[in-house]
């Protein structure tokens, strides 16, 4: 499989001596707008306002026009920390924290690539022709795959941007240029909002399978572990959310089969966010700074118990009820189910692969510690096994049938109601 090479550049995080040649754990974040994240850099505590020792490489395609993103642009590995002038964050600024607290053997990096009001029809999907509409937000998947992408994009395919240096494919040779041995550790994906707005909602479990299986087969990582942040409940109209009256079929569609999603697959889980406060009165589609904090933990301890393989429970967090406004499968007090999965190894170059809790050569993107508990080194990594109150639904055991979705979905609309809103996660 081929991969863009990309000259290093000199920075506080070079990567220029093979003595810093490491297991490293890359994670993929991709998504809409609560992925992009608004949380307020200048009220972050200190350790979290800049992480060294976490690399991260994030695009916001907004910077394809000139956009307020456009000066987050990453140029090469750097330290986690908030990004543009504005100094925004999202889920990552915790989740890199806590995975690398979990696996404190290996290197964490993270590969962020989200765009505020983007879509599995037009823009995340494998192949995509370019958006008419909105150009900027054009063929997503590409953007994060780069080379790694199998699609071919000629005539009315052809790519809008192809002069646009790519992320994934990029970042990893960085790495591998370096001596690491790499690992591709999960994908994160919170989106989901556009669609409840509108008909493609009906879809969404359809097309939020294909993107999964894409990634999976263009990373070479069959087993790929997956973390799924549900939609909230503050889009429903009752709460004062966004969606007209009348469409609220249509969020609990999109809840609905990412519930069953996890559900079907042992390398899913999914995150409740339905107790997140909203960044604003007028604004219900995004969260406040506190809720990207607790997100970000939320995403990391459900991917530890995935990669873990070992069977662990967790309770909805909406202050021990149902999750108020959509309800969810699996989200009522006392609900849990196990994580259940054996880590198969698998090279994203093809080059080679690494048994379970292996490492891979020099050259290769291995998933040595995706399951059975073990990293890449062989040790079981620190914390896996625990919830820490994921607030994590995830799904264990075989797969419950062509049923799943239907039933997800009558269970959503039995516990949808209305609630009164408080202040949360302050």
Not at 195 to 215: K, P, T
Not at 295 to 322: K, N, P, V
Request: charged share 20%; with cysteine.
């Amino acid at each position: 499989m081929k991969r863009s090479c990309i000259a290093m550049l000199a920075g506080v995080m070079s990567l220029s001596t093979s003595a810093m040649a490491q297991t490293v754990k890359v994670f993929v974040l991709a998504g809409q707008s609560n992925m992009v994240g608004f949380g307020v850099g200048a009220d972050l505590p200190a350790e979290l306002r800049s992480q060294p020792d976490i690399w991260y490489d994030h695009y916001n395609p907004d910077a394809r026009e000139g956009g307020p993103y456009a000066s987050a642009t990453s140029t090469d590995w750097g330290p986690l920390d908030p990004k543009g002038d504005a100094r925004r964050y999202g889920p990552e600024i915790t989740f890199g924290r806590a995975v690398a607290a979990a696996f404190p053997e290996q290197r964490i990096a993270i590969v962020k690539v989200a765009q505020g009001g983007t879509n599995l029809v037009d823009h995340w999907g494998r192949g995509l022709p370019p958006d008419p509409e909105v150009l900027y937000k054009s063929q997503l998947y590409h953007t994060l795959l780069g080379s790694l992408d199998s699609a071919t994009y000629t005539g009315d395919r052809a790519l809008r941007y192809p002069d646009e240096v790519t992320r994934l494919d990029g970042a990893l040779a960085r790495l591998e240029s370096e001596g690491h041995d790499v690992e591709i550790a999960a994908l994160v994906w919170m989106q989901g909002e556009n669609e409840a707005g509108w008909s493609a909602a009906f879809r969404y479990g359809d097309l939020l399978r294909g993107f999964i299986a894409a990634v999976r087969e263009d990373l070479r990582v069959p087993d790929l572990p997956v973390v799924l942040g549900r939609v909230s409940d503050n889009l429903y109209p009752a709460n004062g959310g966004p969606i007209a009256a009348g469409r609220e079929a249509n969020i609990d569609a999109v809840r609905a089969a990412q519930v069953a999603v996890a559900d079907e697959d042992r390398r899913v889980a999914w995150v409740d966010t339905d107790d997140f406060t909203p960044r604003a009165p007028d604004d219900a589609y995004h969260f406040d700074s506190a809720a990207y904090q607790v997100l970000g933990q939320r995403f990391a301890d459900a991917y530890i118990a995935l990669a873990s393989g070992q069977s662990t429970s967790s309770t909805s967090t909406a202050s021990g009820t149902g999750s108020a406004g959509g309800g969810g499968a699996g989200a009522s007090a006392g609900s849990a189910s196990s994580v259940n999965g054996a880590g198969s190894a698998s090279s994203a170059t093809g080059a080679g692969s690494a048994g379970a809790g292996g490492s891979a050569s020099a050259g290769t993107a291995s998933t040595g510690s995706a399951g059975g508990g073990s990293s890449a080194s062989g040790s079981a990594p620190a914390g896996a096994g625990g919830t820490s109150g994921c607030g994590c639904r995830v799904a264990g055991g075989s797969a419950p049938g062509p049923g799943a979705a239907a039933l997800a979905l009558v269970t959503l609309l039995g516990l949808r109601r209305g609630r009164a809103r408080g202040v949360r996660l302050r």
